[in-house]
């Protein structure tokens, strides 16, 4: 069964430092999603991509944030200068239609140090 | 703002039992209502429902919606446990490319 990926799985940084996490979307998905869970709270919406272009962000999402979908598998999300509040899971996730079912990857725990 | 609120936050029953997870939503220009399950890391998709007051089912787990009421519930029969996660509930709007809105999960253990 097609499922979305995600690496690294675990991504260790020092506070100020850049990173990329990647994932691999479900091939024949055309809405991408990131999202972030930090520790005991609840799942929030970053930002969605569509059409090689982001469709709606939150206000978490700001200019230290960035997506871009390099080439036609994956997607990516940068973090530029990283803050230890950024300590979280990001998830990926991808649907076929806007409006159908997200499926998520498993995950990058980003630990921001 | 949108909100989704789910209840209860943690429930322990036995192995056989019978479970209803509850969610509530207010969201603007509401779109779909999904349930997820959440074990270690990824949720899990389970259900999406769009239309009130039709159950969708898939095994022992079913849903439905009440978009009157602005609730969900979701059903386990015969808990096993491997049931065992936490269930997440999220509502979408009626956007472009759908953002999903989640509640805090309702955390389910089931002891054998």
């Known amino acids: 069964e097609p499922e979305v990926t995600q690496t690294p799985s675990h991504q260790v940084t020092q506070m100020g430092q850049e990173v990329i996490l990647r994932c691999v979307p479900i091939?024949?998905?055309?809405?991408f999603y990131w999202y972030r869970q930090i520790l005991g709270q609840k799942v929030e919406f970053l930002v969605s991509?569509?059409?090689?272009?982001?469709?709606?962000k939150s206000e978490i999402f700001d200019d230290q944030f960035s997506v871009e979908r390099p080439d036609g598998s994956n997607f990516t999300l940068k973090i530029r200068s990283t803050k230890l509040e950024d300590s979280a899971m990001y998830f990926c996730a991808s649907s076929e239609q806007g409006f159908g079912e997200q499926f998520f990857g498993p995950g990058t725990r980003l630990t921001v140090l | 703002e949108d909100k989704v609120v789910q209840s209860p936050l943690s429930l322990v029953v036995h192995e056989g039992d019978t479970v209803t997870l509850n969610c509530s939503y207010e969201?603007?220009?509401?779109?779909?209502l999904l349930w997820y399950k959440q074990e270690k890391k990824a949720p899990t998709f389970l259900f999406m429902l769009?239309?009130?007051?039709i159950e969708k089912k898939s095994g022992r787990l079913s849903s439905i919606l009440d978009k009157k009421e602005l609730f969900s519930i979701l059903n386990i029969t015969a808990t096993q446990t491997g049931d065992s996660a936490v269930y997440l509930c999220a509502v979408g709007s009626d956007r472009g490319a759908q953002k999903l809105v989640f509640g805090q999960g309702t955390r389910l253990t089931i002891n054998p």
């Open positions: 969201v603007t220009n509401f779109r779909s």
């Open positions: 991509f569509y059409n090689n272009e982001i469709s709606e």
């Open positions: 091939s024949n998905h055309l809405y």
């Open positions: 769009t239309s009130s007051g």
